[in-house]
Each structure stands twice: as C-alpha cells, then as structure tokens.
C-alpha cells in the first residue's frame, strides 16, 4: 500500500524556520510530480509548492515565494520543505502529495503552527 509519511510539524515563532519532510514508500517516486499542500482553518486546501521529475523544475504560491523551497531526494524518496520568515499566516496543516498522470496519493499531515 502506498504510505506517504509527512513529519517535522510543530509550533514556531514568527519569523523562525521550520523544515517539513514526506517519506513515500511502495510507489516509483522518481515519476512522480511531488507537492505540498496546506489547509488552514475554514480555508479551502492550496497548493503551496511542488517540484517534477526529472529536471527539478518547481513551483510556488505567490504567498511563500522567497520563503519556502522545496526539494526532494529520491534516492531517501523524501520531499522536503523548507519554510524560512514563518507567519502567522502560515499556520496550517500540511499535506504531501504525489501525482502521476491518473495517479494521486495525499499524506495525512502534519501541523504547523506560527504563534508568539
């Protein structure tokens, strides 16, 4: 069964770092477009970033360019996020997501939280 296990959750201040991975198993990960998700409360799910394969082409939420990149592994098949100036804003679960033409896999999330 495919597993996508999202980790490094936690609570930040603003303006801190925080950095989110996502192991996948028990799926060719190297097809795979990977991306991350969020959904804050009341708020519909965004998409925040995501990275192709191969070519590592990425792309952003115009509310996390110049903070947030994204990057993957696939030897660790691990996608990571690194998020920089964290915000209050930014306060969300986050997903993993892979998609492979028809194919789409979500992880369960995992809370960040921006707050003095």
């Known amino acids: 069964q495919v597993q996508l296990v999202e980790s490094g959750g936690g609570l930040v201040q603003p303006g801190g770092s925080l950095r989110v991975s996502c192991a996948a198993s028990r799926f060719t990960f190297s097809s795979y477009v990977m991306s991350w998700y969020r959904q804050a409360p009341g708020k519909e799910r965004e998409l925040v970033a995501s990275?192709?394969?191969?070519?590592?082409?990425?792309n952003y939420a115009d509310s996390v360019k110049g903070r947030f990149t994204i990057s993957r592994d696939n030897d660790k098949n691990t996608v990571y996020l690194q998020m920089n100036s964290l915000k209050p804003e930014d306060t969300a679960v986050y997903y993993c997501?892979?998609?492979?033409?028809?194919?789409?896999?979500w992880g369960r999330g995992t809370q960040v939280t921006v707050s003095s």
């Open positions: 990275i192709t394969n191969p070519g590592g082409r990425t």
């Open positions: 997501n892979a998609k492979f033409r028809s194919y789409t896999y």
